[in-house]
């Protein structure tokens, strides 16, 4: 599920949005992607040996920081860059399913994107054997597709390992350009924190959760990187740009022609489609144990069955929303904000509250928070420039996240306080 996760999300929906930033250098923005995401899958793979459980992310903060704001609002922080990320999936699939008839964005993309988000909801609520079925065949499916769209462009182009050669400006890129690049990369890695829910499902969690994370890393990242050379031997910089919400599909053609775009539009379609629907799991899993944890609240507004059924339906209508309204690159920069903060919050936890508990080195702790921090202001000063309007979204929705949890952890407190009889501590 977690390289379901990952590439779902990452190598269709950003490896236009990525070279956008870095230029002919993007293939190394994902190299360097997944050495920072090593980096912080040591904090999540420490803490999920000692700790196994099916909390993960949430599991993790509360271990760090107990029932307090910064646990909430971080969990939810991620909970949002997840959701967030659903709808750049779930658009992505839209955009690509639309190649096969020839269209090019307009309604039709979100409408695409909502309908697969019901899609997830209803094969959700099927059960947890049907989703790792599912999760299972569909992963083995897109790996080879991909491997295979992979090495058919790479022979086309003789295997040069060579950008695509034009006159046009833009293809070279800054320092600061390149670390956005990263930064939106390593979203496309980002799924194997779902692993970490894992950990009541799993046999012997203690040694395969810390497996599961390293080898479906290592899996994605081979994937990607051997994509990249495929599409960037295939295309030009400014052409993958001019196509980047589709740039698999469009560096097919040269390739395969038509038959190739076809491929791969089913191909993506395989890829968003499973990706959404483990994501969705995932994010349920995670708010139903936050509810669990009284860390947010709940209200079941009338609908039948467990708490997790309930948030699995908030789940998918925030997606929806955001897949509505938000373009693919917009979507993209919100979710790599909201994961990034989350990811420095999760290493500094471990490192002051927890490094001795699970033995965790910490020149890896603070190295991991040093990648995510260069990388996140790299991608902020970047944005200010081109974009401004997305970092004050991404700030007040921080400050709203936060200061929403801080008054409810108060009040529920005070609640419970009052509602405890004189002289019982519990």
Same mark, same amino acid.
């Given at each position: 599920?977690?390289?379901?996760?990952?590439?779902?999300?990452?190598?269709?929906?950003?490896?236009? $949005?990525?070279?956008?930033?870095?230029?002919?250098?993007?293939?190394?923005?994902?190299?360097?992607?997944?050495?920072?995401?090593?980096?912080?899958?040591?904090?999540?793979?420490?803490?999920?040996?000692?700790?196994?459980?099916?909390?993960?992310?949430?599991?993790?903060?509360?271990?760090?920081?107990?029932?307090?704001?910064?646990?909430?609002?971080?969990?939810?922080?991620?909970?949002?860059? =997840?959701?967030?990320?659903?709808?750049?999936?779930? @658009?992505?699939?839209?955009?690509?399913?639309?190649?096969?008839?020839?269209?090019?964005?307009?309604? +039709?993309?979100?409408? +695409?994107?909502?309908?697969?988000?019901?899609?997830?909801?209803?094969?959700?609520?099927?059960?947890?054997?049907?989703?790792?079925?599912?999760?299972?065949?569909?992963?083995?499916?897109?790996?080879?597709?991909?491997?295979?769209?992979?090495?058919?462009?790479?022979?086309?182009?003789?295997?040069?390992?060579?950008?695509?050669?034009?006159?046009?400006?833009?293809? $070279?890129?800054?320092?600061?350009?390149?670390?956005?690049?990263?930064?939106?990369?390593?979203?496309?890695?980002?799924?194997?924190?779902?692993?970490?829910?894992?950990?009541?499902?799993?046999?012997?969690?203690?040694?395969?959760?810390? @497996?599961?994370?390293?080898?479906?890393?290592?899996?994605? %990242?081979?994937?990607?990187?051997?994509?990249?050379?495929?599409?960037?031997?295939?295309?030009?910089?400014?052409?993958?740009?001019?196509?980047?919400?589709?740039?698999?599909?469009?560096?097919?053609?040269?390739?395969?022609?038509?038959?190739?775009?076809?491929?791969?539009?089913?191909?993506?379609?395989?890829?968003?489609?499973?990706?959404?629907?483990?994501?969705?799991?995932?994010?349920?899993?995670?708010?139903?144990? +936050?509810?669990? =944890?009284?860390?947010?609240?709940?209200?079941?507004?009338?609908?039948?069955?467990?708490?997790?059924?309930?948030?699995?339906?908030?789940?998918?209508?925030?997606?929806?929303?955001?897949?509505?309204?938000?373009?693919?690159? @917009?979507?993209?920069?919100?979710?790599?904000?909201?994961?990034?903060?989350?990811?420095?919050?999760?290493?500094?936890?471990?490192?002051?509250? =927890?490094?001795?508990?699970?033995?965790?080195?910490?020149?890896? +702790?603070?190295?991991?928070?040093?990648?995510?921090? #260069?990388?996140?202001? #790299?991608?902020?000063?970047?944005?200010? $420039?081109?974009?401004?309007?997305?970092?004050?979204?991404?700030?007040?929705? =921080?400050?709203?996240?936060?200061?929403?949890?801080?008054?409810?952890?108060?009040?529920?407190?005070?609640? $419970?306080?009052? %509602?405890?009889?004189?002289?019982?501590?519990?």
């Amino acid at each position: 599920m977690g390289t379901g996760v990952m590439i779902g999300a990452g190598i269709f929906a950003l490896t236009g $949005q990525v070279a956008e930033f870095s230029g002919t250098l993007f293939p190394a923005a994902f190299m360097l992607a997944a050495v920072i995401s090593a980096f912080s899958a040591y904090t999540y793979i420490k803490v999920s040996n000692k700790y196994p459980s099916a909390g993960g992310i949430a599991m993790i903060l509360k271990k760090a920081y107990g029932p307090t704001t910064v646990t909430g609002g971080a969990a939810l922080l991620m909970a949002f860059s =997840m959701i967030i990320n659903e709808s750049l999936v779930a @658009r992505t699939f839209g955009t690509y399913t639309l190649q096969l008839f020839g269209v090019e964005g307009g309604i +039709l993309v979100p409408i +695409l994107a909502i309908g697969l988000i019901f899609t997830a909801f209803l094969i959700n609520i099927a059960g947890n054997e049907v989703i790792g079925s599912v999760s299972k065949i569909t992963a083995a499916l897109k790996i080879g597709g991909i491997l295979v769209f992979a090495l058919i462009a790479l022979y086309a182009a003789g295997f040069s390992f060579q950008p695509g050669q034009s006159s046009a400006p833009g293809e $070279q890129t800054s320092v600061g350009g390149f670390m956005a690049g990263v930064a939106l990369a390593i979203l496309a890695y980002k799924g194997f924190t779902t692993i970490t829910n894992s950990g009541d499902e799993v046999k012997s969690p203690e040694k395969n959760v810390g @497996r599961a994370i390293m080898f479906s890393l290592a899996i994605c %990242a081979v994937v990607y990187i051997l994509v990249c050379f495929a599409v960037g031997s295939t295309l030009t910089i400014p052409e993958i740009v001019e196509a980047k919400d589709y740039a698999l599909a469009e560096a097919a053609r040269p390739a395969l022609g038509e038959y190739g775009v076809w491929f791969t539009v089913a191909i993506a379609i395989i890829a968003t489609a499973s990706g959404l629907l483990a994501s969705v799991f995932a994010v349920s899993r995670m708010l139903a144990m +936050l509810t669990d =944890m009284k860390i947010i609240p709940h209200s079941h507004f009338g609908m039948p069955g467990d708490v997790q059924r309930h948030t699995l339906v908030y789940t998918v209508i925030a997606a929806g929303v955001l897949a509505a309204f938000f373009d693919l690159g @917009r979507i993209a920069s919100l979710g790599a904000i909201f994961y990034l903060v989350m990811d420095i919050i999760i290493h500094w936890g471990v490192l002051r509250h =927890m490094r001795k508990d699970v033995g965790a080195n910490p020149f890896i +702790l603070i190295s991991a928070i040093c990648l995510d921090a #260069a990388a996140l202001a #790299a991608f902020l000063v970047l944005k200010a $420039q081109s974009d401004p309007l997305i970092i004050m979204i991404a700030f007040v929705g =921080m400050v709203v996240v936060f200061g929403f949890e801080k008054f409810y952890l108060s009040n529920y407190r005070d609640k $419970q306080v009052e %509602a405890t009889p004189h002289g019982d501590d519990h």
